[in-house]
């Protein structure tokens, strides 16, 4: 776990999966960071970024799509 605080002081904690550029997964309020670490290392699995390290949005949407369906059917 890393933290940064932000302007008004608060600290923010996030956890860095994978290489290339960032992608951030936000987890509702009632929830913690774990709570999306399984989407998280989906996504970091992937090649979602092109030669670039430009992060392509329709790379993305199959694996959360893929991820809300397991989880609906869990």
């Known amino acids: ?3 940064i605080a932000s ?11 994978g290489a290339g550029p960032p992608v951030v997964v936000v987890a ?3 929830c ?3 709570a999306q670490a399984t989407l998280a290392g989906a996504l970091a ?7 670039d390290h430009h ?3 329709e790379a ?8 809300a ?4 059917r869990a």
């Open 1 to 3: 776990m890393e933290t």
């Open 7 to 17: 302007r008004d002081g608060t600290v923010i904690a996030y956890d860095r999966v």
């Open 28 to 30: 509702g309020a009632s």
């Open 32 to 34: 913690d960071r774990g």
């Open 45 to 51: 699995r992937q090649v979602l970024a092109d030669q």
């Open 55 to 57: 992060v392509d949005p």
């Open 60 to 67: 993305i949407a199959p694996v959360v799509a893929r991820f």
């Open 69 to 72: 369906g397991a989880a609906a």
